[in-house]
């Protein structure tokens, strides 16, 4: 009964900017960590960014000062702001969702960003 959809990928040149979005249902959004996560081909999957119920913010080293995580609890959505694209940001990205007890994790099923000239 839980789902996280995405969209919002694309393709863009480098230096171009997609907004993701992720919708859930099925749970109480607003208590949850939320996560996005990234994987290329051949590469494993990583964390690009989280922010976590009372709104603080993680980010991998790689996109920090060019990505944006938020989330609108009143939407049921989180969202990745993404700027300053580079080839290295293509991969499919996931939405995931962990409860305050880490014991109920879901996945998206991910949308793809492609980013070539």
Not at 9 to 24: E, I, K, M
Not at 75 to 84: E, H, I, P, R
Request: proline share 3%; glycine share 8%; hydrophobic share 30%.
């Amino acid at each position: 009964q839980v789902q996280l959809v995405e969209s919002g990928g694309g393709l863009v040149q480098p230096g171009g900017s997609l907004r993701l979005s992720c919708a859930a249902s099925g749970m109480d959004f607003s208590i949850n960590t939320m996560s996005w996560f990234r994987q290329a081909p051949g590469k494993e999957r990583e964390l690009v960014a989280e922010i976590t119920s009372s709104y603080d913010t993680n980010y991998a080293d790689s996109v920090k000062g060019r990505f944006t995580i938020s989330r609108d609890n009143a939407k049921n959505t989180v969202y990745l702001q993404m700027n300053s694209l580079k080839p290295d940001d293509t991969a499919v990205y996931y939405c995931r969702s962990w409860n305050p007890s880490r014991l109920y994790v879901h996945w998206g099923q991910g949308t793809q960003v492609t980013v070539s000239s």
